[in-house]
Each structure stands twice: as C-alpha cells, then as structure tokens.
C-alpha cells in the first residue's frame, strides 16, 4: 500500500451545518468561535442555503494545520446540537471530502459530483 504523507495536508477545513430551526444556535456558536479563536481561524460566510457539495446551509472554518487540534477538541465538546464536517485540504478535493473526513455530531450525504465524484 502507498501510505500518504500527512506533510501534504496544508490546512482543515471545518463546516458547520445548521438549517432554520438551528440558525440562532448556528450563529451563537459562530460568536463562540469568534472570541476564542478569531485571531487563527478564518470564518466563511453564514450560507442560508447548501454551497458546494454541501447539502445544508453552512459556513466554514478555515484552520492553520499547527491549530487543528486545538479548534477540533473545542468543537468536539461545543458544537451543542450542530453536526460538523471536517476535512484536510491536499491536492485531492474529492478525497479529501470523500475518504479523509470526520463528522462531529451526525454525518449528512455529500453531493460529490461538483467536486468530481
């Protein structure tokens, strides 16, 4: 077997999924992340819609590899009632988000298709 080199993993990426019903503790949690980790961690934009191969409305936590420990365990105990999709960025988008990934909370079906798939 090739084993890949974690070297290759340039940063992670976090999305956290919410909808309607969920849209206050999604921002709640946003401001949460905001003060704990706004001078590490870039946030997306607040999507009320599913962006990408994303099938829920999202945004995203770009995270510097030498601080994805760290934001991971936070999430892991403070995510409240939002699942969590995290990934490593390499050079292989499709695999990143198909076979590398890690759900925090309940995993959803990703459409892969937009990503090759």
């Known amino acids: 077997m090739n084993y890949l080199d974690p070297a290759d993993i340039t940063s992670w990426h976090a999305h956290i999924y919410f909808d309607a019903a ?17 001078e590490v961690v870039e946030i ?7 962006v990408g191969p994303h099938p829920m ?6 995270i510097p590899r030498e601080r ?22 390499t050079r292989d988008a499709l695999r ?3 076979d590398a990934a890690v759900w925090i ?3 959803h ?5 937009v990503l090759g798939g």
């Open 22 to 38: 969920t849209r206050e503790a999604a921002l709640t949690l946003r401001e949460a992340i905001e003060a704990r980790f706004g």
């Open 44 to 50: 997306g934009r607040f999507h009320e819609r599913p």
């Open 57 to 62: 409305w999202s945004y995203q936590l770009a």
């Open 68 to 89: 994805f420990m760290t934001v991971f365990e936070w999430l892991t105990l403070n995510h409240g009632s939002l699942d969590v999709f995290v990934h490593p960025n």
């Open 96 to 98: 990143d988000h198909r």
């Open 105 to 107: 909370g309940r995993s």
């Open 109 to 113: 079906s990703l459409d892969l298709g």
